[in-house]
């Protein structure tokens, strides 16, 4: 069942997602070679506390991280480690905070250093298919034609869309219905009503859409080991328009800085 939100529990909600923006802000100060997950977990962690919210994935289904910190040819789900970051890694950072009730949860995939061009597209790309996916999000339209969208733009360029991962709808839980594919056909679906709010995330592979479980149960990875890539926003339809209630901005103003 779907539980649309009142205009007011979409004002709390966007201050969790923005609790989760400044925490990916902060994340993104300190992303550089030399760096473990392990210790952006627990600046993620001690942030988020200091927000007056507590930590959306610590603890739920047994995740023991504030985020989750996924390299290279790792998809999602990540556990943080103490394996310093290398130049040249591509590293998503997944976040969660509960803010008064509510979860804010997103996502950025961050270039450490010079990475190869061909997956500096990659990135490229899975972020224009979350802006694609979030266009799509109007009254009216239907659920699959956020994934229809996805999925043409990241096929187009070679890419496969995994299929066993999807987005979510958000709210009191971090999993709501309605399910959100990145693939999908035109048309179909439920219809996008006012109200809703959900997690828009594509997550692009360079080569096969295959994925596998590793051997922690949390850790997802590409089938043929090569880069994925994540981006991930919350957003509501308010007056049947698309309104994101997170923002790469903080992360963004904090890459400026480093360059």
């Known amino acids: 069942m779907i539980i649309y939100k009142t205009p007011a529990e ?3 909600m966007r201050q969790a997602a923005q609790v989760v923006s400044r925490t990916l802000g902060l994340v993104a100060e300190h992303m550089r070679p030399g760096v473990t997950p392990l210790e ?3 600046m993620a962690e001690e942030y988020i506390r200091s927000q007056d919210a507590i930590p959306g994935f610590l603890g739920l289904y047994g995740c023991p991280s504030t985020l989750l910190i996924s390299i290279n040819e790792q998809v999602v789900h990540g556990l943080p480690t103490t394996r310093p970051i290398q130049e040249g890694d591509i590293v998503s950072v ?3 905070a509960v803010y008064k009730g509510y979860y804010g949860d997103h996502a950025y995939t961050f270039a450490v250093g010079n990475v190869a061009p061909e997956v500096q597209k990659l990135l490229d790309v899975t972020r224009e298919c979350l802006y ?3 266009e799509q999000t109007v009254a ?3 659920i699959e034609d956020i994934g229809y969208h996805i999925q043409q733009h990241a096929e187009k360029h070679g890419y496969g869309v995994v299929r066993d991962l999807v987005g979510h709808g958000l709210g ?3 999993h709501e219905d309605p399910q959100v594919p ?3 056909r035109r048309g179909k679906g439920k219809k996008i009503q006012e109200g809703l709010t959900i997690a828009i995330e594509p997550m692009i592979n360079m080569g096969t859409d295959k994925v596998m479980q590793l051997e922690d149960n949390w850790t997802i990875v590409t089938a043929d080991g090569q880069p994925s890539a994540h981006f991930e926003h919350n957003v509501a339809v308010v007056n049947g328009k698309p309104v994101i209630l997170s923002t790469f901005d903080y992360i963004e ?3 400026a800085k480093q360059k």
Do not use: V
Request: with cysteine.
């Open 10 to 12: 979409i004002e709390i």
């Open 40 to 42: 952006l977990d627990k």
């Open 94 to 96: 997944d976040c969660g």
């Open 132 to 134: 694609l996916g979030i």
């Open 140 to 142: 009216g339209n239907r």
């Open 172 to 174: 009191k839980s971090l």
């Open 182 to 184: 990145n693939y999908g």
């Open 253 to 255: 103003e904090a890459l």
